[in-house]
Nanobody
Framework: QVQLVESGGGLVQAGGTLRLSCDIS????????MGWFRQAPGKQRELVAT???????NYADSVKGRFTITRDGARNTVYLQMNSLQPEDTGVYSC???????????WGQGTQVTVSS
């Protein structure tokens, strides 16, 4: 079983920065994909960024060049560094682990990010 706990959300002005953390308990398989998703009010949840255990990353076009996803394998933690935040980045950010072998998703409870203009 994999459990995820996010932290680091908050209120920030446009142009500001935040760093989200996702503490993962349980065993991570080498084929797992870890990532961050977000959901704005009235909108569907969307992918923000993913990282594989061997380091390959992927970003939504809307955050490329502003957000960076990293992973600390020793601490079993995934981070999302968010720079140059804009009001459209507002939403609930959720950590995700997708277990490819089982086609199973694990989710954290989410953390609110609010960017004021």
């Amino acid at each position: 079983q994999v459990q995820l706990v996010e932290s680091g959300g908050g209120l920030v002005q446009a142009g500001g920065t935040l760093r989200l953390s996702c503490d993962i308990s349980g065993t991570i398989f080498g084929s797992d994909v870890m990532g961050w998703f977000r959901q704005a009010p009235g909108k569907q949840r969307e992918l923000v960024a993913t990282i594989r255990t061997f380091g390959t990353t992927n970003y939504a076009d809307s955050v490329k060049g502003r957000f960076t996803i990293t992973r600390d394998g020793a601490r079993n933690t995934v981070y999302l560094q968010m720079n140059s935040l804009q009001p459209e980045d507002t939403g609930v950010y959720s950590c995700n682990v997708y277990r490819v072998e089982w086609s199973k998703n694990y989710w954290g409870q989410g953390t609110q990010v609010t960017v004021s203009s």
